[in-house]
């Protein structure tokens, strides 16, 4: 279908939109220099006055563009060295490309012709907001990547550092981090506990989740809702219930059964983790039966399979990325868990996410910033496993192209 070429927009309703582009551009710079309002002001005339120029000279943007871009990384290098030139470029990149994004209507171009102006601008609208929404969540994770390389005892930007100066940047929280006990220890305590919790979380949530996805199971409903609860429950009531519980299991296993109070605390934090993690289970493996074809199961049991073989070799197979999917949720949520441990744990079984709350509490180590890193990287990992293994379960169900 082809599309009706749209007229160029106004010079002035062009420069309404961008002025507010380039006064919101300008608080984040304002904010930085100490004057909000200055840096709104600013940014707004500029912009204006930007538009104007660049839609007089339309029929050479190429050129007015490379303008733009240079003009903008000259002014921050100029104000704040290399780093501020970076930031300079990509700013004028962007508004440079939005002006006339904005002035020649090509936010229409991809859009069907009977849009009315207000569904266009909830079209762009929400798309902003979910962008901001975005960045919102991803900058803190941005703004520890860089400073765990610094090369002060320090949480904030060092000059140095700002002006990317090699001088600025270390490796030595890294090193740090491999070369102290304390560290090493919670370290070891996180991977023991976390892969076991995550093998009790996989197999007693697969089962059940198995086993409520049957019809006939009376209450399925509000068994569901009592195996998903710990997800639900405010985090510091669900361990404060754990401790008296783990602490009357504690004494039965210490006293009666006579393991020693080194063991019996790594039980109760691991069976405390394998209690979180299972809800994540319950609902990846039910998603996954959502679309299993229950007739092969009675195919298999018609070819003279038992259960378990039926089990093993027709449904895992075809539920596996949805339980494998669950396993990675239970093991983040155990290795990051902290709460839990606190409560139920002791020195001895300090993992990770403990020490660098003791970190945080009494010593100010910059070594959590690379610490925070490492977790970063696990879960980018992590999580991009899981979405492999969606898109491989939708592959299976037929539910997406090959």
């Known amino acids: 279908m082809s599309?009706?070429?749209?007229?160029p927009r106004s010079a002035s309703f062009t420069a309404g939109i961008t002025s507010l582009a380039g006064g919101f551009a300008g608080i984040f710079i304002g904010t930085a220099q100490g004057s909000t309002f200055t840096g709104f002001i600013v940014g707004a005339v500029l912009l204006t006055i930007l538009t104007y120029v660049a839609l007089l000279m339309r029929s050479k943007e190429k050129v007015v563009r490379w303008i733009i871009l240079l003009a903008f990384g000259v002014a921050g290098y100029v104000t704040?060295?290399?780093?501020?030139?970076i930031m300079g470029l990509l700013m004028g990149w962007f508004f440079s490309w939005f002006i006339f994004w904005i002035g020649e209507c090509r936010y229409r171009g991809h859009l069907v012709p009977y849009l009315t102006p207000g569904q266009v601008l909830w079209h762009y609208t929400f798309r902003v907001i979910c962008g901001a929404i975005f960045v919102f969540l991803i900058t803190p994770i941005l703004v520890v990547l860089p400073l765990s390389f610094n090369a002060q005892d320090f949480f904030t930007f060092t000059p140095e550092m700002l002006s990317l100066d090699p001088e600025g940047y270390s490796l030595k929280h890294y090193r740090n981090f491999f070369n102290s006990s304390d560290w090493q220890l919670s370290f070891r305590n996180s991977l023991i506990i976390?892969?076991?919790?995550?093998?009790?979380?996989?197999?007693l949530g697969t089962l059940a989740a198995i086993g409520l996805s049957q019809s006939h199971v009376p209450g399925r409903r509000a068994i569901m809702a009592i195996l998903i609860s710990p997800m639900i429950v405010p985090l510091i009531i669900s361990a404060t219930g754990m401790f008296f519980f783990y602490?009357?299991?504690g004494g039965f296993l210490e006293g009666t059964i006579g393991l020693s109070k080194t063991v019996v605390g790594y039980i109760k934090i691991v069976l405390a983790h394998a209690v979180l993690g299972i809800p994540f289970v319950i609902i990846t493996v039910t998603a996954t039966l959502v679309g299993f074809d229950r007739?092969?199961?009675?195919?298999s049991a018609n070819m003279g399979a038992n259960p378990m073989t039926t089990f093993f070799r027709v449904q895992m197979p075809l539920i596996l990325p949805g339980v494998i999917s669950g396993g990675l949720f239970a093991f983040i949520t155990s290795f990051d868990e902290v709460v839990v441990v606190l409560?139920?744990?002791s020195a001895r079984q300090k993992t990770l996410p403990w020490q660098m709350f003791t970190g945080l509490r009494e010593q100010i180590s910059p070594t959590i910033l690379a610490v925070a890193t490492i977790l970063v990287v696990i879960s980018i990992a992590l999580l991009t496993v899981v979405e492999l293994l969606r898109r491989r379960s939708e592959r299976l169900r037929g539910m997406s192209p090959s």
């Open 343 to 345: 409560f139920v744990g």
């Open 80 to 85: 704040g060295g290399i780093s501020s030139g």
């Open 247 to 249: 602490s009357q299991v």
């Open 295 to 299: 007739s092969l199961t009675r195919a």
């Open 194 to 203: 976390a892969p076991i919790a995550t093998v009790i979380s996989v197999s």
């Open 3 to 7: 599309l009706t070429p749209v007229e």
